[in-house]
């Protein structure tokens, strides 16, 4: 039908991906005029990702691309594109108001050809990100005045927020409602193990819809007001890194604890450069941590007894380097026999976990797992990667595990999107 055509349509562009810089220059003190701007980059962007999506989801393997949770999230996906495509473009007349409005700061003039083209309002020119997200060059050849805009250009903004809102609120239960459909799958061809294809199509789900959603929470975020100056939209560009550890290694001692009826729960020990900050999200940083923890803790108590005096406390290990900040998380729980070290990177679920994605589960008479439900690392090291790190873990079996998490401090890599 059409919708499919428009789809496939869509599929053809490629992708364009943001830098974790490029995402904080756009967004540090935007006018009106600046949001539109990104308004109009999400409202191509986004339909041309989720378009990829459908048809990768509907190039999966005959059987898993037909299960009724796959279907369900397919609609998700084709629902959202529908939404954006219909959603009224800026008009000439608004267009023009910001054109008009957009001035060439004078200290860069020089720099520039005299009739440089301006940024802000060109239209369709795919596979310039330059040229829809003001590099950090047109952050300070252009500035928007805000007194100059009409008023049809925040009420745009407002609308076009509202609309990504409900989108990133229809995704919420993506990860879930697929992983069910792959442990339909494994259920219907009898096996416990998710082949490569499958693997692969998931590390590659999973990472755009992390990004769909930076850019969704992006935009969102810096519509309301600024919550406080070192952020921008959920980016924070002083992310002090001991204080989210420590907030990290606090939560998982409670929520391991609590989960084992602990008298002693394991010591977490953090060696960090006081004041190390560096530009991040925190909310990623801290969620990668915490899964790192709750995996060390739950292999140190699951060896040495839920009723043991004392543990071998896990390490933590804060470096900075010039490239990289590295996290390294040591503990020892015994250690990871080597000829199971890629399952703990595949999306599968243990038996023990599998209740939860049952729907009629009562999730109030039920203790979260404390290692998660088996996604936990495969998608911590989706979010390391989202910004150029990695997480990789080391294991000496009969002793123990030591993961390194390593974040860019770079922040010019682009989203990996492929
Ligand atoms: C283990 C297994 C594991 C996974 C991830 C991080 C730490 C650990 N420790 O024994």
Redesign the pocket.
Known sequence: KELANRIAHFARFPQTGVSLRQMVEFGQNPSQGTLLRAAQFLHDELPIRLAHRVVELDSLPDNLNQMPSVLRVKRMYIDSFNELINFPKVSERIKEAVRSATVQLSAERRHLPENHPNPSCNDMQRNLSSHWIPSIQHRYHYEVKPTELPVEVSEYNRSFVKTLEKIKRRHDPVVTTLAQGIVEYKQLLQTNVVDNHVQHFLDRFYLSRIGIRMLIGQQVELNQQQKHKDYVGVICTHTKVAEVVQEAIDNARFICGDYYMLMNIPEIELHCPKDLEFMYVPSHLHHMIFE?LK??L??VVELYGDEADAYPPIKVVVAEGNEDITIK?S?E????PRSAMEQ?WTYMYTTAQTPMLDPEFDKSDFKAPLAGFGYG?PLSRLYARYFGGDLK?I?MEGY??D?YLHLSRLSDNEEPLA
Do not use: E, F, P
Request: aromatic share 0%.
């Open positions: 790192l995996n060390s739950r292999a998380v503990d729980g015994g250690g990871i703990v690392l873990l294991s123990g595990t993961a």
